[in-house]
């Protein structure tokens, strides 16, 4: 797969919001490419399986592309962690590097990066890093978002608890910690969530579920 090819289906994750299409003009411009350039890709890149392309509408990613889109992030915020912690480079810096080394990253090699650093979780940035058993949405690739901000049906993984040492040790206690999997069942009236934590089924105050 082509650099061009990666960038556009990493500025497609990272865009789109939800099953909304990404407009070819706001891809363009996050390419730097021309607008005609960027609707030949999306319609090479449909029948090719990597993105749907709906005219006037813009794109979005196939389970596939998507994929390869995670992939693709994965190998970036790695080499960002490395390039931070192990080399101590600034972060913005080591940021285009990575940008970069994602395209030259084999997956063997991503793999033992990532067993190198002991499988971190978020870049940097606090980016989360996307893994292959991560659930498949476009949102994780994302920067995280409070559970208080999930829509009901919407499922997502825990990438980080930002809360005091006594409410994050309540949340782990009811199973939601780095890398569990959430689903929001219900949001009540006073904004209290109903969740799904790994198969159980937790009430949470809002004031807490801004935490997770």
């Given amino acids: 797969m082509s650099e061009s090819v990666e960038m556009y289906l990493l500025r497609i994750a990272l865009l789109q919001n939800e099953d909304q299409p990404v407009p070819i003009p706001a891809l363009a411009h996050e390419l730097a490419i021309s607008p005609v350039s960027a609707n030949e890709m999306g319609r090479k890149l449909t029948d ?3 993105v749907r392309y709906e005219p006037y509408k813009g ?3 196939t389970l596939e592309g998507e994929a390869q889109a995670r992939q693709i992030l994965h190998r970036r915020r790695l080499w960002e962690v490395f390039l931070v912690e ?4 600034e972060a913005d810096e080591a940021e285009d590097m990575a940008c970069r080394f994602e395209h030259v990253t084999p997956e063997r090699l991503a793999g ?3 067993a190198y650093l002991d ?3 978020v870049s940097p940035q606090n980016e989360p890093i996307p893994y292959q058993s991560d659930i498949s949405t476009p949102q994780s690739l994302r920067s995280p978002r409070s559970l208080a901000l999930l829509s009901v049906g919407e499922a997502s993984q825990v990438v980080e608890v930002a809360a005091d040492e006594t409410t994050t040790a309540f949340l782990k206690r009811q199973g939601i910690e780095t890398g569990s999997s959430v689903t929001v069942l219900a949001i009540t009236g006073d904004g209290s969530l109903l969740l799904d934590v790994s198969g159980q089924r937790l009430s949470l105050a809002q004031a807490i579920a801004d935490a997770g």
């Fill in 48 to 50: 090719k399986g990597l």
């Fill in 59 to 61: 794109v979005t990613l």
């Fill in 86 to 89: 192990k080399l101590g480079l």
């Fill in 112 to 114: 033992q990066l990532a």
């Fill in 119 to 121: 499988y971190p979780s």
